[in-house]
T-cell receptor, first 115, second 115 residues
């Protein structure tokens, strides 16, 4: 069975600092996709970044990068130069095998950025 | 461009009542899915559809029914509401890129309380 684990319920960081949000996954599939979504207090879900299991390079999207370590089954999100607007809940997710684009999510990490 | 529209935004039910949460998308997306979000649990997949006429169960399908008679609509039915179904419900849709990197387009959510 596929599983996503996020072990950090909450993280605190100061503005302009970098922060790493942890995500480990479990799957028996050779081909899989990993995603990170952001949910601010407004409740909307915002796509941040995607990593495919066969991608040779770690994904990057602006200030977001994904530290993908396949052997360790980890896909940590790195946010560089944190901003106050980064305060939100962050979810790691994996595409469900043979379920189209449906995802299973981790329990999330609440990030708080202070000035 | 409306995107993914969920109605209603808020709903209060009594135990045993039935209701349908509506989800419509105007992007001609083939894939649609329903999730529930509970505090500390992240988002959990209820049901998903890979095309009109095709639906399947996700992680937590008990107590919910779905159908997909058109590409645009994917309603979620609660046949006999229970307090355990108090949650925020999200509908999402996406298209296939063939590369596995399809991001989900989420609706704004329905907050359901069952008394």
């Amino acid at each position: 069975a596929q599983k996503i684990t996020q072990t950090q319920p909450g993280m605190f960081v100061q503005e302009k600092e970098a922060v790493t949000l942890d995500c480990t996954y479990d799957t028996s599939d050779q081909s899989y996709g990993l995603f990170w979504y952001k949910q601010p207090s407004s409740g909307e879900m915002i796509f941040l970044i995607y990593q495919g299991s066969y991608d040779e390079q770690n994904a990057t999207e602006g200030r977001y990068s994904l530290n993908f370590q396949k052997a360790r089954k980890s896909a940590n999100l790195v946010i560089s130069a944190s901003q106050l607007g980064d305060s939100a809940m962050y979810f790691c997710a994996m595409r469900v095998n043979q379920a189209g684009t449906a995802l299973i999510f981790g329990k999330g990490t609440t990030l708080s950025v202070s000035s | 461009n409306a995107g993914v529209t969920q109605t209603p935004k808020f709903q209060v039910l009594k135990t045993g009542q039935s209701m349908t949460l509506q989800c419509a998308q105007d992007m001609n997306h083939e894939y649609m899915s329903w999730y529930r979000q509970d505090p500390g649990m992240g988002l959990r997949l209820i049901h998903y559809s890979v095309g009109a006429g095709i639906t399947d169960q996700g992680e937590v399908p008990n107590g919910y029914n779905v159908s997909r008679s058109t590409t645009e609509d994917f309603p979620l039915r609660l046949l006999s509401a229970a307090p355990s179904q108090t949650s925020v419900y999200f509908c999402a849709s996406s298209y296939s890129t063939g590369w596995g990197n399809e991001k989900l387009f989420f609706g704004s959510g329905t907050q359901l309380s069952v008394l």
